[in-house]
């Protein structure tokens, strides 16, 4: 059986493969998540993805790398993790009584025959936010959860009082989404189902 190893550290995109029965193994990759100059939503997080496949691939030749990179978008603007409580801040005003698009890169590398094989693409989920007051938008940040999540928030978590409604892949939203994960694993001999 070919061995898998998720390229990244995320508990949530674990929890995710856990979920559809995926054997893996996990290791970090330190790439400089860094958006370039002029660099639209789409291209960022399929690069970072790719990057980071690449680098799984590097280091762990023998095995099929997943590799991941998720981001909000709103306004045309890309919404990282927040650097600290007044970039959460910042970030959740924005995303306030407005709609986004949360966008996940995936990627998946092997060696064949000698040959780096590598296949990406990147998945769009629309999301509709109420209004949150300011009250409300200083009570989320003192739990903790805006923290190492992009756009300062988890729809799994406390937030999921902010979300209206969804239009597209829920597990997009949570960091990997699950049935082009799952397609793009089977087209690498990975199984799911385990």
Known sequence: MTEL????GSPRRKELLDQIGVHYQTASMDIDE??????VPHDYVVRLAREKAQAGINGHPDMVVLAADTTVVVSGNILGKPEDENDARRMLKLLTGSTHHVLTGIAVATIAQGELRLESQVVSTEVYFSNISEQEIEQYIQTGEPMGKAGAYGIQGKASLFVERIEGS??????????ETGKLLERFNIAVWN
Not at 170 to 179: D, Q
């Open 34 to 39: 860094s958006v370039l100059e002029n660099e």
């Open 170 to 179: 829920y597990s997009n939203v949570v960091g990997l989404p699950l049935a």
């Open 5 to 8: 190893l998720l390229a990244s």
